[in-house]
C-alpha cells in the first residue's frame, strides 16, 4: 500500500513538472498572430511603403546634406552660382579668346558709322558699348568684382557681428549696453551720404585700394544688422542648462563663449552669412553705379548699368547682360541661403533615398 502511495505521488509530480514546463516554454515563446495583424520588421515596412529606414543612426552633417539633396531651388541656385563663379574666374581667357582686353577701346570695330554702339554679333558676342568696349570681357570682369566684394564684405560683417553679438550677448549689463547702443548708432547712419561722403573725403586712384575700400564700407554697414541677430541667439541660450553646468566647473567666460556658445550658433551664423552676401553684391552695385564703387578703367557690374543707362533705348545690349548676372547672382544667393536654413533646421524631415 505504502509502495503504490509512493509511485502514484511520483507520477503525479512527473505530469506536474511537465505541465509547468509547457507553461514556462509558452510564456517564453512569442504568440503566432494571423498574418494580416502580424508585425513586419522596421526595414520590410519600409520597403513596402516606399521609403528607407528612418534616419537613426545618421550624424547631423549627413542629415543636413540629405535635407539640402532634396531642395531643388538649392540645388538649381548652387549650379547657376558655380557657372557664374566659372565664367567669372574665366575672364583673362574670354579677353584672350576675343582679342579684346577689358579697358581697351576699338572705335574701328565696335562702334557703326554713325557713331553708335554694334550689337551682338561675331566680332562682339555681347556686343560693344560706347566707347568700343567688349561686353562680354568687361561683364566677366564686373562679376569677379561682385564676387570678391560680397564675399568679402560678408566675411567681414560675419566675424565682426559675431563677436560683437556674442560679447554683448553673453557679458550682459553695461557691456551689453554700450555694444547695443554702438550697433543702434550703426544702424542710424545713412547708407549711401556716409559711402559718398568716405569716397570723397579719402579718393583712391587705384583699382586695388577702391576694391578694398568698397569691401569695408559694405562690410560696415552690415555688421550692425548680423550682430542684433546673433546678440537674441546669445540672450536666449545664456540661461540653458549647459552653460550653468561650464560655470559651475569653473570655465572661464571666454573659454564658454569659445567651446559652448559658438558651436550651437553655427547653424544661425551660416545661414545669416550665406543671405548677406546677396546684399553685399546690390550694395557695390549701388556704389558703382552712383560712381562712389570700383575705380575705372576697372568694369563692375554697377558700373556698367550706370554707363548704359543714357543710351539703353537704341543699345539694350549695355543693360541686359550686366542686369540679368546681377539678378541670377543676388537671387541664386537667396535661395542657396535659404536651402542652407531648411537643411540645418532639426525639425525638418530626412530626404528619402539616403541611408
Not at 552633417?61 to 574665366?90: N, W
Request: net charge positive; charged share 15%; hydrophobic share 50%.
Amino acid at each position: 500500500m505504502f509502495k503504490q502511495e509512493v509511485a502514484g505521488r511520483a507520477r503525479g509530480s512527473g505530469r506536474g513538472s511537465r505541465r509547468r514546463a509547457r507553461r514556462t516554454a509558452r510564456a517564453a515563446s512569442p504568440p503566432v498572430l494571423p498574418l494580416s495583424v502580424r508585425p513586419v520588421a522596421d526595414d520590410a515596412a519600409d520597403d513596402l511603403a516606399g521609403r528607407p529606414c528612418a534616419a537613426a543612426g545618421r550624424t547631423p552633417g549627413r542629415l543636413a546634406l540629405a535635407r539640402f539633396r532634396r531642395g531643388r531651388p538649392a540645388l538649381a541656385a548652387t549650379g547657376t552660382l558655380l557657372i557664374i563663379a566659372l565664367f567669372a574666374a574665366l575672364a583673362p581667357l574670354w579677353a584672350h579668346l576675343t582679342g579684346h582686353p577689358y579697358d581697351a577701346a576699338f572705335p574701328d570695330t565696335g562702334l557703326d558709322t554713325a557713331g553708335q554702339p554694334r550689337g551682338p554679333g561675331r566680332e562682339f558676342w555681347l556686343g560693344a558699348d560706347q566707347l568700343g568696349r567688349d561686353v562680354l570681357v568687361r561683364t566677366a570682369y564686373g562679376a569677379r568684382i561682385s564676387l570678391v566684394v560680397g564675399l568679402g564684405a560678408a566675411a567681414l560683417a560675419a566675424a565682426a557681428g559675431t563677436l560683437i553679438g556674442v560679447v554683448a550677448g553673453f557679458c550682459g549689463g553695461v557691456v551689453d549696453t554700450v555694444l547695443a547702443r554702438l550697433m543702434d548708432v550703426m544702424l542710424a547712419l545713412p547708407y549711401l551720404l556716409v559711402a559718398i561722403t568716405l569716397a570723397t573725403t579719402f579718393p583712391v586712384s587705384s583699382v586695388a585700394g577702391g576694391l578694398a575700400m568698397t569691401v569695408l564700407v559694405v562690410a560696415f554697414f552690415s555688421v550692425a544688422p548680423f550682430g542684433r541677430v546673433v546678440r537674441g541667439q546669445v540672450l536666449a541660450l545664456r540661461r540653458r542648462e549647459f552653460i550653468e553646468a561650464a560655470r559651475a566647473l569653473g570655465a572661464s567666460n571666454a573659454r564658454i563663449m569659445v567651446s559652448e556658445v559658438l558651436p550651437n550658433l553655427t547653424a544661425q551664423l551660416t545661414v545669416l552669412t550665406s543671405l548677406l552676401i546677396p546684399g553685399a553684391i546690390v550694395a557695390e552695385a549701388t556704389l558703382s553705379f552712383l560712381g562712389v564703387g570700383i575705380r575705372p578703367p576697372m568694369p563692375s557690374l554697377g558700373s556698367m548699368l550706370g554707363e548704359g543707362s543714357d543710351v539703353f533705348r537704341t543699345a539694350w545690349w549695355l543693360l541686359a547682360a550686366p542686369g540679368a548676372l546681377l539678378l541670377l547672382t543676388t537671387l541664386a544667393f537667396n535661395l542657396l541661403g535659404e536651402g542652407v536654413r531648411d537643411a540645418l533646421d532639426p525639425r525638418a524631415e530626412a530626404a528619402p533615398g539616403d541611408g
